[in-house]
């Protein structure tokens, strides 16, 4: 936890053991294909309590889930992801994305991908 550049050790990070991590049923282990990106998310079940700080902070989810989010514009994403070449993949990066809607899913991925 609060790693920035996987190719070194900072101070920011703490290290956890994992008690359990929970893959989404549906994740066929191809990221790389377009059939792996809709289900290429998991949880992670840590053995201790995690301390927060600076760097390390929780992931805050909505409480309610018809909560409609289309219009926030205040979505960003993280991670250590494929970047083309544009970036140091070794570096976390973060993108500000725009929310959609359940039917343009769809019309991205299909019908059966959302639920």
Known sequence: ??????????ASEVTHSLRRIIMHEDYDGN?????????D???????????????????CLPGDENLDLVDNRDCWITGWGLTQGSQDENVLQELNIEVR?????????????IR
């Open 1 to 10: 936890l609060g790693d920035h550049h996987k190719g070194n050790t900072q």
């Open 31 to 39: 990221s790389l294909g377009t059939e792996g990106l809709p289900h």
């Open 41 to 59: 998310i998991a949880l992670l079940e840590v053995s201790s309590v995690m301390e927060f700080n600076e760097y390390v902070q929780p992931a």
């Open 101 to 113: 809607t359940n039917s343009d899913c769809a019309n991205i991925w299909g019908q059966g991908m």
